[in-house]
């Protein structure tokens, strides 16, 4: 499986973004997708996964309301819709891709992931 994402930028707080993340290598709608980011000194950490016919979702609760995870089967592409951005959110954004078939907040349970693409909020 090879991930690419691509998305990001600079952008005030309050603002929006929105990632993509495309697939290749293996059927795409076989396996769950999530999303983790990682700020400068802090360890990668989880946002959000979607399974994979994109029936169930999880977000991570500094998220949540905010973020919305969706993937299109026939693009062989998931996203990530950011919205209401806020400083603390600053962070590399990383695809992962999830064998089982996920949705799963467990950054073991990924075995895939993507370059990562850098998400910058200003205050």
């Known amino acids: 499986v090879q991930l690419q994402a691509s998305g990001g930028g600079l952008v005030q707080a309050g603002g929006s973004l929105r990632l993509s993340c495309a697939a290749s290598g293996r059927t795409f709608s076989s396996y769950g997708m999530g999303w983790f980011r990682q700020a400068p000194g802090k360890e990668r950490e989880f946002v959000a996964a979607i399974s994979r016919r994109g029936g169930s979702t999880y977000y991570a609760e500094s998220v949540k309301g905010r973020f919305t995870i969706s993937r299109d089967n026939a693009k062989n592409t998931v996203y990530l819709q950011m919205n209401n951005l806020k400083p603390e959110d600053t962070a590399v954004y990383y695809c992962?891709?999830?064998?089982?078939?996920?949705?799963?907040?467990?950054?073991?349970?990924?075995?895939?992931w993507g370059q990562g693409t850098q998400v910058t909020v200003s205050s």
């Open positions: 992962a891709a999830d064998l089982s078939g996920g949705p799963s907040r467990r950054i073991y349970e990924y075995g895939y």
